[in-house]
């Protein structure tokens, strides 16, 4: 499923993954929040509750999307977080892979200090 991020005034596309935990999340969408930030991150709760599941890691890369079941939250990797020894980022825990930022992830840095950001299906 194709996806649009919309964080502030920049926008990303995306698809999410075809697992069990991406497909409900799916089924919640559009979600509209008020992101945190962890350094290259954007993270926020969603209405849902997901264990970890077969795709769960903490080795993630810059465009990834993840469910972090701690937090009930979506978490957009976009760069460094604080956990980085190198460019990568790394969560706080596992997450979930469920879905990959199609263009550039590091626009979303353009994004920073926004009080909202929409996860929707791409029309």
């Not at 077969?54 to 079941?69: E, F, L, M, Q, S």
């Not at 990568?88 to 997450?95: H, L």
Request: hydrophobic content about 40%.
């Amino acid at each position: 499923m194709k996806i649009r991020i919309t964080a502030g005034t920049v926008s990303v596309e995306a698809e999410l993954a075809s697992s069990p935990c991406a497909a409900a999340i799916a089924g919640v969408l559009p979600v509209t929040a008020s992101p945190n930030e962890w350094g290259d991150e954007f993270y926020f709760e969603i209405p849902l509750h997901m264990p970890l599941d077969d795709t769960a890691t903490r080795r993630v890369k810059a465009g990834d999307i993840g469910y972090w079941p701690p937090g009930n939250a979506i978490a957009i990797f976009f760069g460094p977080t604080p956990l980085s020894t190198g460019q990568d980022p790394v969560p706080a825990s596992e997450v979930n892979i469920i879905g990959r930022i199609t263009g550039e992830p590091g626009v979303l840095r353009k994004a920073r200090g926004t009080s909202s950001i929409r996860f929707e299906p791409a029309m």
